[in-house]
């Protein structure tokens, strides 16, 4: 097998490429990427194609271990490429699980919302508390615990039970005391962060936009309907208002 470990948008070029050398028949391509499907490698036909992407992080080198318990996305144009793909992801000491490029897209969407939107989300508190005179060092040391209690709240409890906080509670005031906040935020000149610089409305605009999908998780663990149209309604005041003065 030989893999491609490549950006997405080298893919088909190096398959391109490699197909222009003749290589042998048996020889399997597989590339690595998450959002690509085989079309990708359509330049070899005449050889077996694959795809194999950990659903994992690596912002750099990391040891082994990093494969243990995960899930692999595998696929492959013949039984025989599939079975050693599989083969492999449990060699390593991963799970893995056919992803068809039908569904190829929409699964690596997930993996962004859980692994890079994560990071935007903790990098957006952190601006806040910067707001209040914490360095970037003291907020992340004091949100971690609370990051990685979520996380651990969600792998025992599933994503609905997990859910805290006050949208879960349907506590409404404090959600407009939450917005009233965040709008004199947007409007102070050191409000920007050198990770996040927001403008305009858009501190506001992903509060409500991220409270409104809480609410729903909320309402289907429980939350009854007078608290969650409180909610809903502090979380909607003046949005159409926001919304013209940003430009949308």
Do not use: C
């Amino acid at each position: 097998m030989l893999f491609l470990a490549v950006p997405d948008g080298a893919v088909s070029e190096m398959a391109t490429r490699i197909a222009s050398m003749k290589p042998p028949a048996e020889l399997a391509i597989v590339h690595v990427s998450g959002a690509l499907g085989l079309d990708a490698l359509g330049a070899l036909q005449g050889n077996p194609r694959g795809s194999f992407h950990p659903l994992q992080s690596f912002p750099a080198p990391r040891e082994p271990v990093a494969f243990r318990g995960i899930t692999v996305a595998v696929d492959a144009t013949t039984p025989t490429l599939m079975r050693r793909l599989r083969a492999l992801a449990r060699a390593i000491g991963a799970k893995p699980r056919q992803v068809g490029d039908e569904d190829r897209v929409l699964y690596h969407a997930a993996a962004v919302y859980a692994s890079n939107f994560v990071d935007v989300v903790v990098a957006e508190a952190v601006r806040l508390l910067g707001e209040i005179g914490w360095t970037e060092r003291e907020a992340t040391q004091a949100l971690m615990p609370l990051v990685e209690g979520a996380v651990s709240n969600i792998r025992r409890r599933g994503v609905v039970e997990a859910l805290t906080g006050p949208i879960r509670r349907g506590d409404a005031e404090t959600v407009k005391r939450h917005l009233e906040a965040l709008e004199k935020v947007r409007r102070s000149p050191s409000g920007a962060s050198r990770h996040l610089p927001m403008n305009g409305e858009e501190t506001v605009l992903i509060y409500r936009m991220l409270a409104l999908v809480a609410l729903e998780i909320a309402q289907e663990a429980g939350l009854d309907r007078e608290a969650a149209e409180r909610t809903r309604r502090a979380l909607t005041r003046n949005v159409a208002a926001t919304r013209r003065r940003s430009g949308e």
